[in-house]
């Protein structure tokens, strides 16, 4: 059974494929997370990552390569959030709440066909934890490749985002396509939590998406430091979380890898706890990224 | 269909479309959607260690929704919200994912936590889960006047000395408390479908908080009433039609909201006077 759950652990190739992807994943992720943390749609980042979860399974279904399954439902549901979403955070979590909750009925019908058609248990397992271990040499082109398409869209918008996300009302009188934006904000949110989901699973994807941006929104001064060093948390978790977790196989229980999902969390936890170790004046420095905004918003 | 051990089905998952409807009326209301999702799925992870160490699903489940509402509600303040609810599921599920590669025969049991075991309940859980939801319920209804203020309203809510950040706790408690027994019974992943779907759809339809209540509840039923029949007819899994149906009463609440709020427009227009403020 451990041999099923991390093939080739020993062999180098599979961990050298681990590191390249993971190396994108966690760039990408951090980079794109920085604004989601700041425009505040963690949930909407967790969500598409669970949607495109679905699309995997669809896939695994059909017998196409999960990545397209992946790619295709975590777009199409990002552009359903835009649309059904309104515009108000509380009235856009419902929203996200509701394409997220039908997203997940049909990933349980389609594992549930799934399951009819081979006996792969594992397969819910496997879509949602993810491994790093077993990507598929054929996909990781596709991978780095639309990595770098969602890094190129969210720098080039970056100037625009951050308005956006700072203050809507000066970035429409200034002009600026604000829905446009957001739409195409998300599209790219999309692509690199589909493309994080479907290497490192979903769970995984929204800690290298959120954790490392938090962090870093809280330690830098400015966007495009908060970018770099959520980058750099980003990667140095990856690392370290894919070395113990190869490591881990000399651990109890009888060499038996721990799973590198497990060692990133909590790596990606760490990093941001320590952040309430150093320098908790740097707060009050930054409230629109930092700290708590007001958090209800009152319905008027 | 409503032979002996199918009478065990409809009466569990009656009791969970009731505490999911009031429940998720809240969580609607107050904008904690993403905490209902974190909960349920992070008190997947307790039930993966509860079965690791050998321990009772259901206290592995009650240990980690509790931990991960403490979690997210003292974390909550400290930092982003979303943030912090974010942080808390993710080191759950990485726990749990720990848990389930540690101990080996899981895929089933994971599949069956995710999405529920509906027709599979034995009738000695029905009545924990009666009392439990009993409770979560009471509960709410106890903290009902609080919580609206304190959503609706947050600054008087503090003027009048109630402490929105201790009625948010007991909201997450109870919200914990309720999630933990029902997540056998139809899964982590349905709960939140359960919870969101007919909740936001019964506020499209009025404001009146205790008929949104009652709407809430209503709606619930219904669909689990509905995916019940079909799922036993057509052996597709329960989980499906919960989600499909739950986002087709949210979608038929926001036409017949837009319906509504154009012709409120129109009379509003026409007499000129101002209707009342509706969140």
Redesign the interface.
């Known amino acids: 059974m451990h041999w099923l759950i991390e093939p080739g652990l020993l062999a180098s190739s599979p961990v050298r494929v681990a590191v390249l992807v993971g190396t994108v994943v966690a760039i990408t992720s951090a980079v794109v997370g920085v604004f989601t943390v700041t425009r505040g749609q963690s949930f909407a980042g967790h969500s598409l990552a669970d949607v495109a979860t679905t699309g995997g399974s669809g896939a695994f279904l059909v017998g196409l390569n999960q990545f397209w399954g992946f790619l295709a439902f975590g777009v199409a549901a990002a552009v359903m959030l835009e649309v059904i979403g309104v515009q108000r955070r509380r009235g856009r979590d419902v929203a996200t709440g509701v394409v997220l909750g039908a997203a997940l009925g049909l990933a349980a019908l389609f594992l549930y066909l799934g399951s009819q058609h081979s006996s792969t248990t594992g397969a819910s397992f496997t879509v949602l934890f993810g491994s790093i271990f077993v990507i598929q040499p054929s996909t990781v082109p596709a991978l780095i490749a639309s990595g770098v398409i969602a890094l190129i869209v969210i720098v080039a918008l970056s100037r625009v985002l951050l308005l956006t996300s700072l203050s809507p009302d000066v970035a429409a009188a200034r002009g600026v396509p604000v829905r446009a934006v957001g739409v195409a904000y998300l599209v790219a949110l999309a692509i690199s939590v589909s493309l994080s989901s479907v290497a490192i699973g979903a769970v995984l994807s929204t800690a290298l998406l959120i954790g490392p941006a938090a962090t870093a929104l809280r330690v830098a001064k400015g966007p495009v430091r908060a970018m770099v060093t959520a980058a750099a948390i980003g990667v140095a978790v990856t690392w370290l979380g894919i070395l113990l977790a190869y490591d881990s196989y000399y651990w109890p229980p009888h060499g038996h890898a721990w799973p590198v999902s497990f060692f990133i969390v909590a790596l990606v936890v760490v990093a941001y706890l320590l952040t309430y170790l150093h320098r908790p004046a740097r707060r009050r420095r930054s409230p629109s990224l930092g700290t708590p905004r007001a958090e209800v918003e009152v319905g008027a | 269909m409503f032979s002996g051990f199918m009478m065990n089905t409809w009466i569990a998952a009656t009791i969970v479309a009731v505490i999911a409807g009031v429940v998720g009326f809240f969580a609607?209301l107050?904008?904690s959607?993403?905490a209902?999702?974190a909960i349920p799925n992070g008190a997947f992870a307790g039930a993966a260690g509860a079965s690791l160490i050998g321990a009772n699903t259901l206290l592995g489940l009650a240990v980690f929704s509790v931990a991960g509402a403490l979690g997210i509600g003292s974390f909550?303040?400290?930092?982003?919200?979303?943030?912090a609810?974010?942080?808390i599921?993710?080191?759950m599920?990485?726990?749990g994912?720990?848990f389930?590669?540690?101990g080996?025969?899981y895929?089933?049991e994971?599949?069956s936590l995710?999405?529920g075991e509906v027709f599979g309940i034995s009738p000695d859980v029905l009545l924990p889960i009666g009392i439990l939801g009993a409770l979560s319920v009471l509960a709410l209804l106890v903290i009902f006047r609080p919580l609206m203020l304190?959503?609706?309203?947050?600054e008087v809510a503090a003027a009048r000395g109630v402490s929105?950040r201790r009625v948010e706790m007991a909201f997450l408690l109870i919200m914990a408390l309720a999630t933990s027994m029902t997540v056998p019974v139809v899964?982590a992943?349905?709960m939140?479908?359960l919870m969101?779907?007919p909740a936001?759809a019964a506020r499209s339809f009025t404001a009146r908080p205790w008929l949104a209540v009652v709407l809430s509840v209503a709606f619930g039923l219904i669909t689990v009433w509905i995916g019940i029949a079909i799922s036993y007819e057509t052996d597709?899994?329960?989980?499906?039609?919960?989600?499909?149906l739950?986002?087709a009463f949210?979608l038929t609440g926001?036409a017949w909201a837009s319906l509504r709020g154009r012709r409120l427009l129109r009379s509003r227009r026409s007499s000129a006077v101002p209707a009342s403020?509706?969140?």
């Open positions: 609607v107050r904008g959607t993403f209902a999702h909550g303040r400290k930092a982003r919200h979303d943030v609810t974010a942080l599921l993710v080191l599920l990485g726990i994912a720990l389930i590669s540690l080996d025969q895929a089933q994971t599949y995710l999405f304190t959503s609706a309203m947050p929105p899964g992943l349905l939140f479908s969101i779907g936001a597709w899994p329960l989980g499906f039609f919960v989600g499909v739950g986002a949210f926001r403020a509706n969140a």
